[in-house]
């Protein structure tokens, strides 16, 4: 995505501004908006975070509930009225700060903060409410490292997308999500990095993975068996990991990662043989 697109400044359209956040994180599954009012003069208002790098408690008591009750009762004059009433009387959050463009909005939602908009106002708040996973997340047990972050993957899907944000503070690291399994209806997401990553290369995971009509998808060795070239090869033709700083290396790389609920092993495509040929 162009940089001057994601630092232009905030419109004062609610509704603009939020087709915006959407369109540069692709629509990704784990972006959160919530739209409320608030005040007797049912102002709109708008809470963004991505989920699971957030507190979400925090977010429900100390910013929805806090707006959604709020007794702001009267228009504003200006910008910096509104946002002293919304700081001192709206948010019981004392850690806020100003935001006016896509670019600090973006970086704030990708580090663990929650995004306030409102209606008709250039400008909108930062809440800290980073509140990741710090443990539940164990060291790799097959991929061990001497040097390098001793964190591995869990088999909480959520929490493995948010492993990956925290190394890939990014709004091009794009989340597709899917349900595989006409039984079980796990949770499949894809997570690439658009701008570096080849679109047919996206294309055709999305592809393999629509093709998938099986009951049950139980853990990531279920979506290699069916979407891999070579099942015969004794060369590995999908990768594998339960590491997030090598899954985030890959990204980085142009390649796509899969990751599949209930299993702390990320695959990556593609491989040397991974191919948008027929499969061998």
């Known amino acids: ?21 959407s369109g540069n994180f692709g629509k990704s599954s784990d972006l959160v908006i919530r739209e409320i009012e608030f005040g007797k003069i049912k102002g709109k208002a708008a809470v963004i975070y ?3 790098l957030v507190n979400e408690q925090v977010i429900h008591e100390e910013i929805i ?9 009267g228009r504003f004059i200006d910008e910096n009225e509104m946002l002293e009433t919304f700081k001192n009387k709206a948010i019981t959050i004392s850690d806020l700060k100003e935001v006016n463009n896509f670019e600090a909005l973006n970086f704030a939602l990708l580090s663990g903060d929650t995004i306030i908009l ?3 106002y250039l400008v909108g708040l930062i809440a800290s ?4 996973e710090e443990r539940g997340v164990d060291e790799p047990s097959v991929q061990t490292v001497v040097r390098g972050p001793r964190e591995g993957f869990t088999e909480n899907i959520r929490t493995n997308t948010a492993l990956i944000r925290r190394k890939i503070k990014d709004s091009n690291l794009w989340v597709e999500s899917k349900k595989i399994g006409k039984v079980t209806k796990t949770v499949v997401c ?5 701008g570096i990553v080849e679109d047919h290369i996206v294309e055709e995971v999305n592809s393999r993975l629509a093709n998938i009509d099986v009951d049950s998808i139980l853990e990531s060795g279920y ?4 979407i891999q070239d070579a099942p015969f090869s004794p060369f590995p033709t999908i990768f594998n990991s339960e590491r997030p700083d090598v899954v985030a290396a890959e990204i980085l790389e142009g390649r796509v990662a899969i990751l599949v609920d209930g299993t702390p092993f990320v ?3 593609p491989s040397f043989f991974f191919s948008t040929h027929p499969r061998c």
């Not at 509930?65 to 009762?73: D, T």
Request: glycine share 4%; proline share 0%; aromatic share 8%.
């Open 223 to 226: 979506i290699e068996e069916f």
């Open 267 to 269: 695959l990556i495509v």
């Open 50 to 52: 991505i989920d699971g």
């Open 118 to 120: 409102i209606d008709s």
């Open 1 to 21: 995505m162009d940089q001057h697109i994601q630092a232009s400044s905030l419109k004062r359209s609610l509704s603009d501004n939020l087709q915006s956040i």
């Open 129 to 132: 409410t980073k509140g990741w």
């Open 65 to 73: 509930k806090s707006i959604s009750y709020s007794e702001v009762s």
């Open 190 to 194: 894809i997570m690439y990095l658009k």
